[in-house]
């Protein structure tokens, strides 16, 4: 299992890799929908195959990781799952809760746990209701919306985070050009593209200056 963001090239070739990076289990709720919608119009719901799916993956996920913690004992627990439930890095400044934390951690006024806690609530909602939404008319837009949302209200965001929706992207795009209202010339995803891959280079050589706040 990777914990520390080493798998992005798996995680972009398996799509929903939970058992490589614990955030693709968002898309659970939309999958059960999907798995559970009746085979025709107006037939009926088949919640059976939704918890025979369930169950499956629990058991898989439940049991490689415990073979996991035989192996490297109970702290993996702890690394790789509590870890992230209070962290609170100030380094990763592409977050909106940058700033909050840093100026807690800054200051010593503590609360940099309680701050790191508020992400989880929007991200819960936002997530759960994209999947409900989405997941009956268009699966992969549903999981790409679920992706962009957790990334976009996480505590912690660099670069890296960005695979995790970017690999969802081709198969998006003609749901997004028949969603739109006007056709999306071609010339605006290889700018947009261009202008994000700019934005990044900035971004790198920027803090590879070391601003004050790193050394905090």
């Known amino acids: 299992m990777a914990t520390r963001g080493s798998a992005e090239a798996v995680v972009c070739v398996l799509c929903v890799a939970v058992l490589y990076?614990?955030?693709?289990?968002?898309?659970?709720?939309?999958?059960a929908i999907r798995v559970a919608q009746p085979a025709h119009r107006g037939g009926p719901w088949r919640p059976w195959r939704a918890i025979r799916c369930a169950l499956i993956a629990t058991g898989a996920f439940a049991a490689l990781t415990a073979a996991m913690v035989a192996v490297t004992g109970v702290d993996m627990l702890h690394h790789t799952y509590g870890y992230?439930?209070?962290?609170?890095?100030?380094?990763?400044?592409?977050?909106?809760?940058?700033?909050?934390?840093?100026?807690?951690?800054?200051?010593?006024?503590?609360?940099?746990?309680?701050?790191?806690?508020?992400?989880?609530?929007?991200?819960?909602?936002?997530?759960?209701?994209?999947?409900?939404?989405?997941?009956?008319?268009?699966?992969?837009?549903?999981?790409?919306?679920?992706?962009?949302a957790f990334v976009a209200f996480n505590k912690v965001m660099t670069s890296q985070y960005f695979?995790?929706?970017?690999?969802?992207?081709?198969?998006?795009v003609p749901a997004l050009q028949?969603?739109?209202?006007?056709?999306?010339?071609?010339?605006?995803?290889?700018?947009?593209?261009?202008?994000?891959?700019?934005?990044?280079?900035?971004?790198?050589?920027?803090?590879?200056a070391r601003p004050n706040w790193v050394e905090i």
């Open 163 to 172: 695979m995790w929706w970017l690999c969802y992207v081709p198969m998006v």
């Open 84 to 148: 992230h439930v209070t962290r609170a890095d100030h380094r990763h400044n592409f977050s909106v809760y940058f700033y909050a934390i840093y100026l807690r951690i800054a200051t010593g006024s503590g609360g940099a746990a309680t701050v790191a806690l508020v992400p989880f609530a929007a991200q819960v909602v936002t997530v759960t209701a994209l999947g409900v939404r989405f997941a009956r008319t268009n699966l992969p837009l549903a999981v790409f919306l679920q992706t962009v």
């Open 178 to 208: 028949t969603r739109s209202a006007r056709r999306v010339p071609w010339w605006v995803l290889p700018m947009l593209a261009a202008l994000w891959v700019a934005a990044q280079v900035r971004s790198f050589f920027t803090m590879t």
């Open 21 to 31: 990076l614990v955030y693709p289990i968002m898309a659970a709720v939309p999958l």
